[in-house]
């Protein structure tokens, strides 16, 4: 881990939170305090066994209330283009997509997602802007055009042999 990771985990502003499920860890979800007052969720993970089970949506409305509970305004989440399932459990769990942005690591565009938990009509654009380079802020026509060409992006047709 580089000595800036380090020291935002030694100082609490990037955190890792245990996802339990009948007294069983299950998986995590690592949030970063950009401020106060802004959060950004850096990933949100449910180990494979555990997963189609509402754990997922379950964390997050748990996280969401945690987070506004002590004075957090704006929350902000990405996932890759593709990622119907996560971009399911955004419109789940009250986060509204809001842009893209190019994701280094990845090499491709990815949605922000937002969820204004204050209700003050914050300028959630700008502070995007700010947290995400290369952040591209879409409107809701521009939002439901990419959501229809990925929308079959995460099908998988598994076919079993009928026995005979």
Do not use: P
């Amino acid at each position: 881990m580089d000595k800036k990771n380090s020291v935002q985990f030694e100082l609490g502003e990037k955190q890792i939170l245990s996802i339990n499920y009948n007294d069983e860890l299950c998986g995590y979800v690592m949030i970063h305090f950009c401020s106060d007052n802004i959060v950004k969720i850096n990933g949100i993970y449910v180990f494979e066994n555990y997963k189609g089970k509402g754990i997922a949506s379950s964390a997050m409305q748990k996280l969401t209330t945690l987070l506004q509970n002590n004075g957090v305004d704006l929350v902000f989440i990405q996932t890759r283009l593709d990622n119907n399932a996560v971009v399911h459990l955004f419109d789940k769990t009250g986060y509204k997509l809001i842009g893209t942005n190019y994701h280094e690591v990845e090499m491709k565009d990815n949605w922000v997602a937002c969820n204004d938990l204050s209700g003050r009509l914050l300028n959630i654009t700008e502070i995007a802007y700010k947290l995400y380079d290369g952040f591209n802020y879409l409107s809701n026509e521009q939002v439901n055009k990419i959501r229809d060409e990925h929308k079959n992006a995460n099908l998988v047709l598994t076919r079993t042999k009928k026995k005979r």
